[in-house]
């Protein structure tokens, strides 16, 4: 069974920064792309940043280019996304994701909600 948990959520200023993590238990951690998502409340869930299995490529939603840092650790099993410079705008509940390659497998955390507010 592949559990996706996410951890680091809180109540930040703005102009602040937040370090949130993900890890994946199961099957081998490499055969997940690894993907960051976020749904303010009102508002549709939208992609934020990505990562290949093998770590080697990232994207970022524009929103989000400059300030947000996803990194992954294959041996850790774990993937994080460092926020710098938050804004009000980026407060949402933040999921993490994976998808299993070659299958349409897909496996969501339950999600850590991240406030930026003065």
């Known amino acids: 069974q592949v559990q996706v948990v996410e951890s680091g959520g809180g109540l930040v200023q703005p102009g602040g920064s937040l370090r949130l993590s993900c890890t994946v238990s199961?099957?081998?951690?490499?055969?997940?792309?690894m993907k960051w998502f976020r749904q303010a409340p009102g508002k549709e869930r939208e992609f934020v940043a990505g990562?290949?299995?093998?770590?080697?490529?990232?994207s970022y939603a524009d929103s989000v280019k400059g300030r947000f840092t996803m990194t992954r650790d294959n041996v850790r099993r774990t993937v994080a996304l460092q926020m710098n410079s938050l804004k009000v705008e980026d407060t949402a509940v933040y999921y993490c994701?994976?998808?299993?390659?070659?299958?349409?497998?897909?496996?969501w955390g339950q999600g850590t909600q991240v406030t930026v507010s003065s």
């Open positions: 994701k994976a998808e299993e390659i070659s299958t349409a497998n897909r496996y």
């Open positions: 990562v290949t299995s093998d770590g080697g490529r990232k």
């Open positions: 199961g099957p081998r951690f490499t055969w997940y792309v």
